[in-house]
């Protein structure tokens, strides 16, 4: 009987500690082949959201991401599916990091604005690019790194402040926009000829120097764009960066 009474008060205090122990949850959002037709926010504390297929920001909707989110293909997981992309086709998205929580973005295919709006504030974007068409965007405070064009653009206006640029082969691709039909990838040897550094007209003072509205308006201030290995800034547009 002692032996039993002992036994008994150490599983009730095992028990007990079981049960006062702090409990420790994981959240995480798998996103799915999606259209986002209304306006949607996504939280810390639903992260980090996991993109298994490609989802899309229609047209009059909007997506706003908070401070501290983290969002990954789901080929970061699983190799066996495919990086994914996250498109705004006439859509607002705001991605809203601070400096003490900013938003992280790895390995997607891509984000695709396409006659979109988008603010773009302390986030980190790896193994991930910007590709704008006929949009416009301000990104402050940000790091895009380690892709094969960390901002390609077509027809856009772009104001880029106080942000970093790193081992990318394009730090910033700004091409000449045509109606109709276009190649978007081009690897041209021709693309190749001036190594690290730019291609094309830049400048400092952008005052009263857009030459052609229908192209690229690009502003960079207090940015670093370094290590990437093809060219920093490439620019076939008449107008200056």
Not at 43 to 64: A, W
Request: proline share 3%; hydrophobic share 35%.
């Amino acid at each position: 009987m002692k032996i039993y009474s002992i036994s008994k008060v150490i599983l009730s205090v095992l028990l007990a500690l079981i049960l006062l122990a702090p409990v420790s949850t994981h959240a995480e959002t798998h996103i799915r082949n999606e259209d986002i037709n209304e306006n949607e926010i996504w939280i810390k504390g639903n992260s980090p959201y996991i993109l298994d297929e490609d989802i899309r920001i229609s047209n009059g909707s909007s997506l706003i991401i908070k401070e501290g989110v983290s969002i990954i293909s789901a080929s970061s997981i699983n190799p066996d599916n495919g990086p994914n992309a996250i498109s705004i086709d006439g859509g607002d998205l705001s991605i809203l990091g601070t400096i003490e929580e900013p938003v992280n973005i790895t390995g997607l295919y891509g984000i695709y604005f396409v006659h979109s709006n988008s603010n773009i504030e302390n986030t980190i974007f790896d193994n991930t690019g910007l590709n704008f068409f006929q949009s416009t965007s301000t990104i402050s405070n940000s790091i895009l790194k380690n892709t094969r064009w960390a901002i390609y653009s077509k027809g856009s206006r772009i104001a880029i402040e106080k942000s970093k640029f790193l081992n990318n082969i394009y730090g910033i691709a700004s091409y000449k926009y045509v109606s109709g039909p276009v190649l978007m990838y081009n690897d041209s040897e021709s693309f190749n000829q001036n190594g690290i550094g730019g291609l094309g007209n830049a400048i400092e003072d952008m005052a009263d120097m857009i030459l052609d509205p229908l192209q690229n308006v690009i502003y960079i201030t207090d940015s670093s764009i370094v290590d990437n290995t093809e060219y920093g800034i490439y620019n076939q547009t008449i107008n200056p960066i």
